[in-house]
């Protein structure tokens, strides 16, 4: 058996109110649903969203087999990374349809801009858009950079 021709990791959120957070990504981060099949007493069993090269699995909570979102279980420790064409216009949006920004939007040392979102139901967003390409080593001569002007200005 060969491997599928689809994407091979595919972050699945589990939230308190599925039809909810599909029409939120849909809508707001412009994700197109594949398909969602429904269970008999009304939850989302499974949702596939796509965005691009992106795929997205969402569920409804089933707390009665210990599957619970990031809000019934007091947040999550895991982000999800999203390059969008404008970062700015993307945040401005999302923030108008109830996401939370953490922190300022900025260019990062990696050569993206990047901001952080919360979404309205707990996953925490990672936005970025690519400014420049560069190699791993240009990544961490900039990180030791960045690191050594850190120590500098807090030696003052």
């Known amino acids: 058996m060969s491997l599928p021709d689809e994407p091979l990791l595919q972050p699945y959120l589990?939230?308190?109110?599925?039809?909810?957070?599909?029409?939120?990504?849909?809508?707001?981060?412009g994700f197109a649903e594949r398909y969602r099949l429904a269970m008999p007493d009304g939850r989302v069993g499974h949702a596939e969203l796509e965005r691009g090269r992106a795929r997205l699995l969402v569920a409804d909570e089933f707390a009665e087999a210990g599957i619970l979102g990031p809000k019934s279980r007091g947040g999550s420790t895991v982000g999800?990374?999203?390059y969008v064409e404008?970062?700015?216009?993307?945040?401005?949006?999302?923030?108008?349809?109830?996401?939370?920004?953490?922190?300022?939007?900025?260019?990062?040392?990696?050569?993206?801009?990047?901001a952080?979102?919360?979404?309205?139901?707990?996953h925490r967003?990672?936005?970025?858009?690519?400014?420049?390409?560069?190699?791993?080593?240009?990544?961490?001569?900039?990180?030791?950079?960045?690191?050594?002007?850190v120590e500098e200005d807090e030696a003052g």
């Open 86 to 114: 404008d970062v700015d216009a993307f945040v401005e949006a999302a923030r108008a349809a109830g996401c939370e920004q953490e922190g300022a939007t900025a260019d990062q040392f990696f050569g993206d801009r990047a």
């Open 125 to 149: 967003w990672f936005i970025h858009q690519r400014l420049e390409d560069l190699s791993p080593d240009q990544i961490r001569d900039r990180f030791a950079a960045l690191m050594k002007k």
């Open 116 to 122: 952080k979102l919360r979404d309205p139901f707990g």
């Open 80 to 82: 999800l990374m999203l």
């Open 14 to 29: 589990t939230v308190h109110d599925a039809e909810a957070a599909i029409d939120f990504y849909v809508g707001t981060f």
